[in-house]
Nanobody
Framework: QVQLVESGGGLAQSGGSLNLSCVYS????????MAWYRQAPGKQRELVAS???????NIAESVKGRFTISRDNTQSTVYLQMDNLIPEDTAVYYC???????WGRGIQVTVSS
């Protein structure tokens, strides 16, 4: 069974950084579009960033210039580097494979002011 397993979340201060990782356990990772979403308390889940097999990147305006998505096909891993964090970035972050609507369990990111 294909799984997505996130790691790297936790608590950060405003202005700090965190690096999320998501390991994909299935085949042909290099052929998959991968994405990160987040859901803050009381809000809808929103797309943060996505990356195609050819490294075409789509990133939300709210995090542009602060967050970077990347992938390592040799490790079947997608990353979300989050810099200059602000309290509004506090949310549960989810890794996603759009094809087949596969989701990770989510990981908490909390940014204190």
């Amino acid at each position: 069974q294909v799984q997505l397993v996130e790691s790297g979340g936790g608590l950060a201060q405003s202005g700090g950084s965190l690096n999320l990782s998501c390991v994909y356990s299935g085949p042909e990772f290099e052929k998959r579009i991968m994405a990160w979403y987040r859901q803050a308390p009381g809000k809808q889940r929103e797309l943060v960033a996505s990356i195609s097999p050819s490294n075409f990147i789509n990133i939300a305006e709210s995090v542009k210039g602060r967050f970077t998505i990347s992938r390592d096909n040799t490790q079947s891993t997608v990353y979300l580097q989050m810099d200059n964090l602000i309290p509004e970035d506090t949310a549960v972050y989810y890794c996603n494979r759009p094809v087949g609507n596969l989701w990770g369990r989510g990981i908490q990111v909390t940014v204190s002011s």
